[in-house]
């Protein structure tokens, strides 16, 4: 920061515990500017935008090939000050004081509040994301330029929670059932198999999954089922697939004597922050599975996948909205009668809706990669 511009930060006002939004919420806030001395202004703007970016490297003999896609959902930008008319691909809207009249490009010492409305598109779009090859992010970047100067910046990411449509997802109410016998070899004798069932596929953030199974244990040894909850990401470009999973979580059941059939029925809560399901995204999935086995000493474990989707939960607890300026003791230039810009009806978005990911046949896997803290 240079000696003239002290500090320039982009805050915005939470609608919700959480401190979340979906499609259609408005967001407002303000850029808090302190100036050591006058200021000679060439543009000073804030840009409302949401991207999805994918990238990795592989090394492929002595050449080292960079797989990057990117899906671009919105850009709009606001000009409090503006030299002459934007470039780019932004939509661009130049906002007025309380008066109605424009802001003075030479500024005065000291510190001064520029406010700001943005409205979500009403689009489906995916949820925030934050992945080992790839990231979904939401943001606010004020931006302060000065002729000869580096231009001042913040940026602040916004957590966006997509409302998906529940009748786009086939199955996503229907049980799930599958079964798996057996034959055990070597140090243990007989067959093992289980019979399990599932209410449904789709569970919110907080509900219980209920598994329940039938398990049959003609073998000469104990066995435990178990219960396991992973993730299993993708992310797509250049025609190339990278695959990362992880185990979430995990459930032992009870000890099953041998020569011995039972109904067992385990409950696993799935945590309230546990990211939802991406599938509305084409170039990240984001999915979940839940693994069912049966832990038999020195044999392999028979096992069963489900596909599980996580629902974000139904309601947020609204929160009192604060007052807009509170806190700063400075007088806000602010213009009641200002528009509220993002909406679908007033400003365009950048892209079209998004193409659902393509088959993961089509692509080749390659192995997990370190994490995503590239800037890019």
């Known amino acids: ?38 200021c000679h ?15 990795w490297t592989e090394r492929h003999g002595q050449t080292t090939v960079v797989y990057h896609s990117k899906d671009k959902y919105f850009s709009i930008k606001q000009f409090f000050i503006r030299k002459e008319e934007g470039q780019g ?70 957590t966006f929670v997509s409302k998906p449509d529940l009748s786009s997802i086939p199955g996503l109410m229907t ?52 219960y396991c909850v992973y993730k299993k990401h993708s992310f797509f470009a250049n025609k190339k697939r990278r695959l990362h999973t992880k185990d979430l979580f995990k459930e032992v059941g009870q000890p099953i004597p ?6 067992v029925t385990q409950v696993l809560t799935i945590p309230a922050d546990l990211e939802p399901s991406i599938l509305n995204c084409s170039i990240i999935k984001a999915e979940y599975r ?14 069963i996948k489900f596909p599980i989707v996580i629902l974000p939960a139904s309601e947020v607890p609204a929160m009192d909205q604060p007052p807009a300026y509170a806190g700063f003791g400075y007088e806000a230039s602010w213009n009641p009668n200002q528009p509220i810009w993002g909406a679908a009806a007033q400003a365009p978005v950048a892209s079209q809706p998004a ?8 692509y080749g896997l390659y192995p997990t990669m370190s994490d995503f803290n590239k800037k890019y």
């Open 355 to 362: 193409e659902p990911p393509p088959p993961y046949g089509q």
């Open 89 to 158: 691909d932004d939509f661009q809207v130049l906002l007025t004081d309380q008066e109605g009249c424009a802001y003075r490009n030479v500024i005065a010492p000291g510190h001064h509040i520029y406010p700001f409305t943005f409205q979500f598109p009403t689009k489906d779009m995916p949820s925030s994301f934050h992945g080992s090859a790839g990231k979904i992010v939401y943001s606010l970047e004020a931006r302060l330029s000065r002729s000869m100067r580096i231009d001042s910046k913040d940026t602040t990411k916004i």
């Open 41 to 55: 202004v060439e543009s000073l703007s804030i840009k409302f935008k949401g991207k999805a970016e994918v990238m």
């Open 175 to 226: 049980p799930q059932h599958d079964s798996k016998d057996k034959k055990m070899k070597f140090f243990t004798s007989g067959t093992v198999g289980m019979d399990v069932s599932l209410e449904k596929m789709g569970y919110q953030q907080g509900e219980g999954i209920k598994v329940i199974a039938l398990i049959q244990n003609d073998s000469s040894r104990d066995i435990k089922p178990k």
């Open 290 to 303: 839940l693994r069912v086995y049966l832990d038999v000493k020195y044999a392999s474990d028979p096992e």
């Open 1 to 38: 920061m240079s000696s003239t511009v002290k500090n320039i930060t982009v805050h915005y006002n939470p609608i919700n515990e959480a401190n979340t939004f979906t499609k259609g919420d408005i967001v407002s806030g303000h850029i808090a500017l302190e100036l050591a001395k006058e």
């Open 258 to 263: 041998p020569s011995t059939h039972q109904r």
